[in-house]
T-cell receptor
């Protein structure tokens, strides 16, 4: 199993550009989520999904869109990038036992918006 | 609503000394609690979790944590620090629900000196 994979690892954007961060998992997990990590702020939840076709907002959803068309993939879209979105982004998936189960994290995407 | 407070953004210990990383939580429902570790430029890895079974939880790499409801705490300890323990540690809380999300503390960087 590859676990949770994310692409790209690094990305530099100009203000106003759009892009999609890719996330895939091969563990057949229903629950997937996106976090951003900023120095001194810990990880903050952006969006999450409890299954294909079902998504919901987390703590910091503004400026980000998600969709979930398959169990495996959960892409995160930045429609018009802003410098405030410079961060490290982590995708995670959670096993089938719900809240007691472990969340598995991808290696992260480091995004810089100029 | 849930929240986590990690006391100390940085903790320094000598190799062989006791490691104590503090975590206090707030939750309106019985919580599940987790400790994750993040090594430089990597994703997060689960150290241990409390899911309402034994209050003393043992994890990987010799770490353990004790759930104390009366103190709303879940402090992480290790009897003897190793250089390889240098990393950032995150405490997280979630509620007992299949769709509940994970709320992270801001993290504590553990520095280990020889």
């Amino acid at each position: 199993n590859a676990g949770v994979t994310q692409t790209p690892k690094f990305q530099v954007l100009k203000t106003g550009q759009s892009m999609t961060l890719q996330c895939a998992q091969d563990m057949n997990h229903e629950y997937m989520s996106w976090y951003r990590q900023d120095p001194g702020m810990g990880l903050r939840l952006i969006h999450y999904s409890v299954g294909a076709g079902i998504t919901d907002q987390g703590e910091v959803p503004n400026g980000y869109n998600v969709s979930r068309s398959t169990t495996e993939d959960f892409p995160l879209r930045l429609l018009s990038a802003a410098p405030s979105q410079t961060s490290v982004y982590f995708c995670a998936s959670r096993g089938p036992r719900g809240a007691t189960d472990t969340q598995y994290f991808g290696p992260g995407t480091r995004l810089t918006v100029l | 609503a849930q929240s986590v407070t990690q006391l100390g953004s940085h903790v320094s210990v000598s190799e062989g000394a006791l490691v104590l990383l503090r975590c206090n939580y707030s939750s309106s429902v019985p919580p599940y609690l987790f400790w994750y570790v993040q090594y430089p430029n990597q994703g997060l890895q689960l150290l241990l979790k409390y899911t309402s079974a034994a209050t003393l939880v043992k994890g990987i790499n010799g770490f353990e944590a004790e759930f104390k409801k009366s103190e709303t705490s879940f402090h992480l300890t290790k009897p003897s620090a190793h250089m390889s323990d240098a990393a950032e540690y995150f405490c997280a809380v979630t509620a007992n629900s299949g769709y509940s999300t994970l709320t992270f503390g801001k993290g504590t960087m553990l520095l280990v000196s020889p």
